[in-house]
């Protein structure tokens, strides 16, 4: 199997939506960037080997919040896994909960829990559960799955810092399909009021969902404008570049009197050729066959990313 070089891969833009009007890409050396990527690389076959398992499951927007995942949890958020409870934490709530499986991936490869439970997903005697449980899973701050609610939940967690006085940051990611709901903008509008600038969240906008595409479906466009009008700082960014996405986090942090939306352009699918751009994969789970090949383009992009890190 043929392959680019894992630094002319990741920077590859499969679509690209918007300019990015980021102020400050973060460099990174060569070797940290090579390190995210394989990471990502390792959750993003955790997640095909979850859903294939369980026989269920959603991959599609799995695979298009990866990186921005791996940016946080091994870039930039103070969190301990030996502590998942540590009351100065970070705080994280996957709003789109559906995607559970690129969560639980990237906290076992955080050191959460034994990356060998993951083949358990969604099973009766397995504590993973088709949507994050933050009763049974350690690492996971808030139980999500009804779209809307996620967002409402890390707005109540940046007001509860801001008056304890803590400097934790709340982070959270959205669907593009999730904004249909109502609660969203409600959850927004209070953000905004109460100058939540320890809040950041990031918009999954792989313009997808599992009818087709939003603009077909309900569309919410232009969505950088109406994060603005209701009092969000906007910043627009290709969420698999992690230069982007944690210049984005640097200046979400420069502390405006605003919370912050990041609107990243990114693939469904992400990473699995076949996957990428079908809304088809939104929840249906690879039989061996896909899995045996989705784990072949990946183990060739980890067997790239090696050759160039030693060469």
């Not at 940290?32 to 959750?43: P, V, Y």
């Not at 991959?59 to 540590?86: H, K, Q």
């Not at 789109?96 to 439970?117: R, W």
């Amino acid at each position: 199997m043929k392959t680019r070089s894992s630094y002319s891969i990741l920077n590859s833009i499969a679509i690209t939506l918007f300019t990015s009007n980021c102020k400050g890409v973060v460099k990174m050396p060569r070797n940290e960037l090579i390190d995210l990527a394989r990471k990502a690389t390792l959750i993003r076959k955790h997640i095909i080997e979850e859903t294939f398992c369980a026989a269920s499951g959603h991959p599609g927007g799995s695979l298009s919040c990866t990186d921005i995942l791996t940016a946080l949890y091994f870039r930039e958020m103070r969190v301990n896994p030996a502590n998942p409870s540590w009351k100065d934490r970070d705080r994280f709530v996957l709003s789109k909960g559906h995607c559970a499986p690129a969560l639980y991936a990237t906290l076992a490869e955080k050191g959460f829990f034994p990356a060998e439970d993951l083949t358990g997903f969604r099973s009766i005697d397995s504590y993973l559960e088709g949507h994050p449980n933050m009763t049974y899973v350690p690492g996971v701050d808030m139980s999500t799955g009804s779209l809307g609610q996620g967002i409402s939940a890390a707005v109540g967690m940046a007001m509860a810092g801001k008056m304890d006085e803590k400097d934790y940051r709340v982070y959270a990611i959205l669907g593009d399909g999730e904004l249909e709901e109502g609660q969203v903008w409600e959850a927004l509008m209070c953000a905004a009021h109460y100058k939540l600038d320890n809040l950041m969240a990031f918009l999954d906008h792989n313009g997808l969902q599992i009818d087709g595409k939003i603009t077909d479906v309900m569309s919410p466009e232009p969505v950088a404008d109406k994060f603005r009008a209701f009092g969000w700082k906007v910043i627009l960014i290709d969420g698999h570049d992690y230069g982007q996405i944690l210049g984005a986090i640097a200046e979400a942090k420069s502390g405006s009197g605003q919370p912050v939306m990041a609107v990243c352009s990114t693939v469904k699918g992400k990473g699995v050729s076949f996957m990428e751009h079908q809304a088809g994969w939104h929840g249906t789970a690879p039989n061996k066959e896909q899995r045996d090949q989705a784990h072949a383009e990946l183990d060739a992009f980890l067997k790239a990313m090696e050759d160039e890190d030693n060469g």
